[in-house]
């Protein structure tokens, strides 16, 4: 069966999401990414296009974004690899936990993501050792710092989870050709 209808809708609804970042809410932590690394978990499995797929938006949208605001390109900044590793890590649960999409996994997984980024990325910043002190003090300044970004990321997650998951959906529902997978 020739799945490439398939990947093209998948892929397609990548890139809006990762446009919306770009052009919508470029600064405000209000980001597609999580919810597209639970969207290619989910669809694509733990293969090559699931682990790719978020981090090619992700490196995509950030280059755009720095050219906007910062006039350059940083091709990959310190400590990217925490944020990286962590989608990663959402594409693996989605796929674990995503077999068939139903609104409470991928609420469970947009809430899951939503927290794993929150506690690694920030452990990554104080690990970094250059905004906060190297002590106990330090690591609860830099979770606390990062508290308002977890409330948005979750929200962000829910909408865009919802937008990706209830619009390819939609689209397989309407083209039945979609449906079908390798």
Not at 22 to 41: E, N, Q, R, W
């Amino acid at each position: 069966m020739n799945n490439k209808p398939r990947i093209f809708a998948l892929l397609s609804f990548i890139a809006l999401a990762l446009i919306s970042r770009i052009y919508l809410f470029p600064t405000h932590g209000f980001a597609p990414i999580d919810a597209i690394a639970i969207f290619s978990g989910a669809y694509f499995g733990r293969n090559w296009l699931g682990f790719i797929s978020p981090l090619i938006a992700v490196w995509i949208s950030d280059q755009i974004v720095n050219l906007q605001f910062y006039h350059k390109i940083v091709p990959f900044y310190d400590g990217f690899y925490w944020q990286y590793g962590c989608y990663i890590l959402m594409v693996i649960i989605a796929s674990i936990a995503i077999k068939k999409p139903k609104a409470l996994n991928i609420a469970a997984c947009a809430v899951a993501s939503g927290l794993l980024f929150f506690i690694i990325t920030n452990f990554g910043v104080w690990a970094g050792g250059t905004m906060y002190p190297m002590n106990l003090t330090g690591l609860t300044t830099c979770y606390i710092a990062g508290l308002p970004y977890l409330n948005t990321s979750i929200l962000a997650n829910f909408i865009y989870c919802a937008l990706l998951f209830g619009g390819f959906e939609l689209v397989k529902y309407r083209f039945p050709v979609l449906a079908h997978q390798a």
